[in-house]
């Protein structure tokens, strides 16, 4: 990040430590989650995540501003948002969000399969 040489970044502090991690943020970007491997059942990959998550959730909930924004990248970034909003109840609900864009990319792609149209032609899809 640094070699980026961004005008508004103030620091970055590598930690392994999620409450050192989380301390007093205003914005947090989920990247890491656990990704599917061979052979990996769902119930696997979701044990792995919801690990993943509820730490990060608790410690948010202990150290983060209290309006703090969270977005979550790692997939399934809807399902890995809704864990970590359970482990911080002290952050409103409305503050988690998802990237969802493949998710949305597929069912457009389905649906135009589907109705026998151009991907173009499928517009106002919502995920949810």
Known sequence: LA????????????????????????????????????????????AANVRIFKEQGQAMDKVARKDVKVLVVGNPANTNALICSKYAPSIPKENFTAMTRLDQNRAQSQLATKLGVPVKDVKNVIIW
């Open 3 to 46: 070699d980026c040489a961004l005008p508004l970044l103030a620091g970055v502090l590598p930690t392994a430590n999620p409450e050192e991690a989380f301390k007093d943020v205003a914005a947090a970007f989920l990247v890491g989650a656990m990704p599917r491997k061979e052979g990996m059942e769902r119930k696997d990959l979701l």
